[in-house]
């Protein structure tokens, strides 16, 4: 691969930063980290006084490596200070507020500075330039519009790119696919599963979406496979790029991969990643899997000091043939907290989807149905079936069933229950995919 010349006119200027030599990002890495430490220390009581209590002052911070001796923020601690009790900017100066749906109670609150929107747009400029956009993209926007930091996000970097934004926001299936074929649409922005939905509802309608000029999708905001996306691409034009990004650090815009589709580059100018044991919290040597730890570099109204993301990940410190000097972190297969515990065994969603989609004759919808009997936890699987196997004979599909039983298995190492279901008895969702259904009822 012939790394891009940063310098080409398609380029966005901001892309110039993704090639910065790795001594000067340092240099400007630790320049940023102690403007945010002092910020966050001056401004936000809650650092303040986690910092006293540790006997650690701004000033102690004097290399990368001390960040190591700061404390950790986590959403727990967002929820206790809900809904403001973060902010390092008086509402004055805060232009915008997005918040986060989370799965229990309130949701989690973030704002943001003029300054912090815009360099939001500018982290997703670069991000859809790592992925070969540029002026002249019509790009499809079908992240939700709204609190959902996914659609603005998205929004704003096109625009800043200088490609043509379709604000379509997520959902209605048939006015997006109209759209698709009448705009001369370039790009796709959705989660992956939505584009799934996608596909399909156009096979369903007659349109080959192979035909149309679409080349790239920029999927992410929940975990899907390289399974997945070999499916997507053997079924579209298009190449399937993975974006990962958070509400609490900025929304989408975090780290993203670019033509070598291997690992995603995250924007260290702006985000400083970590990567910690989720046990002990020690922060693990590179190269080792463990739970991201995000400290954003130029934040205004939120600065987040050592974040815990809760997904696990790995940083490729490995030169990428793209010429990015960035590190790259392995996509995001599973969070520390959506593991399931079957029979001592533990399982994540990701493993399940990965075996699923090693089978033929499934569609890679599915979800994961947990019960409780006689006080054990059981999980089967539903998934999906394509209509033309639907219609076949029961042996046909007994078979099928086994085979996914059996890649399931191997894959996780215990036997569970799957179950074939028609297609469109999963429900669809317009943003990200619900996988794990829980009818576990409590134990008297
Ligand atoms: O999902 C921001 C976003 C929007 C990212 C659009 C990418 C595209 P939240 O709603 O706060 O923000 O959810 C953040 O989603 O901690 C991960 O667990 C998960 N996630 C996001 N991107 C990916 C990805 C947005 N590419 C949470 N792969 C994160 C796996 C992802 N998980």
């Not at 929820?79 to 509402?91: C, E, I, K, N, V």
């Not at 918040?99 to 670069?126: C, L, N, Q």
């Not at 989408?252 to 033509?259: D, H, K, L, N, R």
Request: with cysteine; net charge negative; charged share 25%.
């Amino acid at each position: 691969m012939t790394p891009p010349d940063p310098t080409a006119a398609e380029f966005h200027p901001a892309s110039a930063l993704d090639f910065l030599p790795r001594e000067r990002l340092r240099e400007l890495q630790l320049a940023r980290l102690h403007q945010t430490v002092a910020r966050s220390y001056g401004r936000v009581a809650l650092t303040r006084q986690r910092m006293e209590a540790r006997g650690v002052a701004p000033d102690d911070v004097r290399s990368l490596a001390d960040l190591a001796r700061l404390p950790f923020t986590t959403k727990v601690d967002l929820r206790d200070t809900y809904p403001f009790g973060l902010f390092a900017s008086p509402m004055q100066e805060i232009v915008r507020l997005h918040a986060s749906s989370g799965t229990t109670g309130k949701p989690i609150v973030v704002a943001y500075t003029r300054e912090d929107v815009a360099v939001w747009s500018e982290v997703m400029a670069r991000t859809f330039a790592a992925c070969g956009l540029h002026r002249g993209d019509i790009v499809q926007n079908a992240y939700g519009y709204g609190l959902f930091t996914g659609g603005l996000g998205a929004h704003n970097g096109i625009e800043e790119l200088g490609a043509t934004v379709i604000p379509i926001s997520g959902g209605n299936t048939e006015r997006q696919i109209m759209v698709l074929k009448d705009f001369g649409v370039t790009a796709f922005c959705s989660t992956p599963s939505y584009f799934l939905h996608l596909i399909e509802r156009a096979e369903e309608l007659g349109v080959d979406l192979r035909t149309l000029p679409l080349r790239a999708g920029i999927f992410g905001a929940e975990p899907w496979t390289d399974s997945m996306r070999r499916r997507i691409e053997a079924r579209t034009a298009l190449r399937a790029y993975d974006i990962y990004g958070l509400s609490e650090i900025i929304g989408p815009g975090v780290a993203s991969e670019c033509a070598a589709q291997d690992g995603l580059h995250v924007f260290e100018d702006r985000f400083y990643p970590e990567i910690i044991d989720p046990e002990t919290g020690e922060v693990l040597l590179e190269g080792a899997e463990g739970e991201l730890v995000l400290t954003t570099l130029s934040k205004q109204a939120m600065p987040m000091v050592r974040y815990r993301t809760r997904d696990i990940t790995t940083l490729i410190t490995e030169p990428c043939p793209c010429g990015r000097t960035l590190r790259r972190m392995r996509r995001v297969g599973r969070r520390s907290d959506d593991m399931l515990i079957i029979r001592g065994v533990n399982v994540y969603p990701s493993q399940i989807e990965a075996a699923l989609l090693e089978v033929e004759g499934t569609l890679p919808h599915y979800q994961l149905v947990l019960d409780r009997e006689n006080g054990l936890d059981r999980l089967s699987v539903e998934v999906e079936v394509t209509p033309e196997v639907f219609s076949d004979e029961v042996r046909v599909l007994e078979g099928l069933r086994a085979r996914l039983a059996h890649a399931i298995e191997h894959t996780v190492g215990i036997r569970v229950g799957v179950r074939l279901v028609e297609p469109h008895t999963i429900d669809r969702s317009q943003g990200k995919a619900n996988r794990v259904v829980d009818r576990r009822r409590k134990d008297p």
